[in-house]
């Protein structure tokens, strides 16, 4: 399999990520371990006024989801592009199959084959 083809979908989806997350957090961290924390809006609320208070914690909250979601999916980028690295791209991390093109299309991090995906329920 070609994995160029792959590792460039998720460069790009990286950096994406990257870009999104600079806009509601910034990277915190002590030598080359980082995380990405979500930054508390500046929205010139007056203090005086509680309702525009209220609308800087909701929004900071609102930050945090969307920081812990794009930081999660970066992580599992990472992981794939790890993988390529070592060669063991595209095997399906339970069963140990090849994990189809059109799944890796579909999802470029995707660490299992189609059979061994984990299910959603709810």
Not at 8 to 35: C, P, Q
Request: aromatic share 4%.
């Amino acid at each position: 399999m070609d994995t160029s083809i792959f590792q460039g979908l998720l460069i790009k989806e990286k950096v994406d990520i990257e870009r999104t997350l600079t806009s509601v957090g910034h990277k915190e961290g002590v030598g080359h371990i980082t995380a990405w924390e979500p930054s508390f809006p500046d929205l010139n609320a007056s203090r005086a006024e509680q309702s525009e208070v209220a609308d800087e914690y909701e929004e900071f909250d609102n930050r945090i989801g969307v920081e812990t979601s794009l930081a999660r999916r970066l992580s599992d980028i990472d992981a794939a592009l790890s993988r390529i690295t070592n060669g063991i791209y595209g095997t399906c991390a339970v069963g140990g199959e090849q994990i189809s093109e059109d799944r890796l299309r579909a999802n470029p991090a995707a660490t299992t084959c189609i059979t061994h995906a984990p299910t959603r329920t709810g």
